[in-house]
T-cell receptor, first 113, second 112 residues
Framework: DTGVSQNPRHKITKRGQNVTFRCDPI?????LYWYRQTLGQGPEFLTY????????KSRLLSDRFSAERPKGSFSTLEIQRTEQGDSAMYLC???????????FGAGSRLTVL | GQSLEQPSEVTAVEGAIVQINCTYQ??????LSWYQQHDGGAPTFLSY????GLEETGRFSSFLSRSDSYGYLLLQELQMKDSASYFC?????????????FGQGTTLQVKP
């Protein structure tokens, strides 16, 4: 068990390009979350999965954002047609339901030029 | 909806005691959590209170009053390494599931 792994750690892209982030949770954790964090702010909820089912997606999230967890293990977060306002740290976390402890990955930092 | 309020900054000296308050509004409530985040690092779990009262873990304690929708994190014998951001978080109930919603965070600066 190596914790929650996120890739890439850093991504610089030009406005209008698509980017994809990957998260590998702790193997026995069947709940997986995506959050976005900007400087000086708390993690902002984006979406979460229980196994392969996406249980909720933030209403703040535009249609340019999509997340999948096809086999209930790793997850991907794709941002289409990136905008400068998408620049942030994208955090993935996993937990065992009922444990009330989220384990976060180191995050993927996105910079949109 | 859900909202959490906590002070944006707190400063204290090494060896002192500091209390970080959190008030919340949520449509459903399972419990109050606290997370610590150092600059450039990921949030890490500190404590969870499901019931009223005080939970102690070493130098850190967390308190919850459900009737007041209020909790706090108490840090004793402050050390320089405690300089970090501290977030309270609540589980927001939606159907039979719950997502964790974070406050904006309190930046703690510990001075020598």
């Amino acid at each position: 068990d190596t914790g929650v792994s996120q890739n890439p750690r850093h991504k610089i892209t030009k406005r209008g390009q698509n980017v994809t982030f990957r998260c590998d949770p702790i193997s026995e954790h069947n709940r997986l979350y995506w959050y976005r964090q900007t400087l000086g702010q708390g993690p902002e909820f984006l979406t979460y999965f229980q196994n392969e089912a996406q249980l909720e997606k933030s209403r703040l999230l535009s249609d340019r954002f999509s997340a999948e967890r096809p086999k209930g293990s790793f997850s991907t977060l794709e941002i289409q047609r990136t905008e400068q306002g998408d620049s942030a740290m994208y955090l993935c976390a996993s937990e065992v339901p009922g444990a009330n402890v989220l384990t976060f990955g180191a995050g993927s930092r996105l910079t949109v030029l | 909806g859900q909202s959490l309020e906590q002070p944006s900054e707190v400063t204290a000296v090494e060896g002192a005691i500091v209390q970080i308050n959190c008030t919340y509004q949520t449509s459903g409530f399972y419990g109050l959590s606290w997370y610590q985040q150092h600059d450039g690092g990921a949030p890490t779990f500190l404590s969870y209170n499901a019931l009223d009262g005080l939970e102690e873990t070493g130098r850190f304690s967390s308190f919850l009053s459900r009737s007041d929708s209020y909790g706090y994190l108490l840090l004793q014998e402050l050390q320089m390494k405690d300089s970090a951001s501290y977030f309270c978080a609540v589980r927001a109930i939606s159907g039979n599931t719950g997502k964790l919603i974070f406050g904006q965070g309190t930046t703690l600066q510990v001075k020598p």
